[in-house]
């Protein structure tokens, strides 16, 4: 992670989103780090093996010197409602431009509809397909300000949260995930899968760096699987998680 952030970090003249050399604002590395658990984040939904895995990485942490502290972030909880209203919505906006007439694929069809039916349907995915419906219904007349508006308005209350939050703390972490993997095939209800992005949506949704590593194995069907703990910091803090990250693999 590390070498891939060095290589990508930096100013971009064709990237408007990127800042000018010398002017990023870092978040500094710390000797020893102040984390916050959102705790009551973290009381449903969670796999018990897998919190207990959690628990003893924090442990791990105060061993090592650092200070846990319990962080009342509530909006996060809204985090994944807010999310899949958002993201969806930006899924529908940015791909209608793949109509076979100017970008991607084409696939001819008996007339122009025809070509811009089979150019989707062919062209993208069911998951892809799923996600463009939702967000084109929830951009809808009449629909806007009831979903994409609300999810919006989350949205803006959760930057808030997490900017008044790294007031006391320096670090945020959480599970990255409230299970192992699940074998392929094993949820066909997309709503089950959805529910494994809890804890990292938050991140997506606030444009803050996040970085899981790996804190352990959890045992299923007598196999042995890897969970993982996740480092939220600050805007602009990619040092300070790649540090903590480092020490809490080596340490």
């Not at 970085?211 to 007598?222: I, K």
């Amino acid at each position: 992670s590390e070498l891939l952030f060095n290589i990508m970090r930096g100013s971009d003249p064709y990237d408007a989103t990127t800042y000018p050399d010398g002017t990023y604002p870092v978040a500094e590395k710390k000797e020893k780090y102040r984390i916050g658990v959102p705790r009551g984040f973290l009381r449903e939904g969670i796999d018990a093996d897998v919190l207990a895995c959690f628990e003893a990485a924090l442990a791990e942490l105060a061993w090592h010197g650092h200070t846990i502290v319990d962080s009342a972030l509530p909006y996060m909880q809204k985090g994944l409602a807010a999310y899949y209203i958002v993201m969806p919505a930006e899924v529908s906006s940015n791909l209608a431009r793949y109509d076979g007439m100017r970008y991607g694929l084409h696939v001819s069809g008996d007339d122009l509809l025809g070509d811009y039916l089979k150019t989707r349907g062919e062209g993208f995915g069911k998951e892809v397909r799923r996600r463009i419906l939702l967000g084109t219904y929830v951009l809808s007349a009449g629909y806007y300000d009831a979903y994409y508006g609300k999810a919006e308005a989350v949205r803006g209350l959760m930057r808030n949260e997490l900017a008044e939050a790294y007031r006391d703390v320096d670090i945020i972490a959480t599970p990255t995930a409230p299970t192992p993997a699940y074998k392929l095939g094993e949820k066909e209800d997309p709503l089950s899968m959805y529910l494994g992005d809890i804890y990292t949506v938050p991140a997506n949704l606030t444009g803050v760096p996040a970085l899981s590593v790996p804190m352990g194995t959890v045992e299923r069907d007598g196999k042995m699987l890897p969970v993982g703990v996740q480092f939220i910091a600050p805007h602009a803090g990619e040092d300070r998680l790649i540090d903590i990250g480092k020490r809490f693999l080596n340490e």
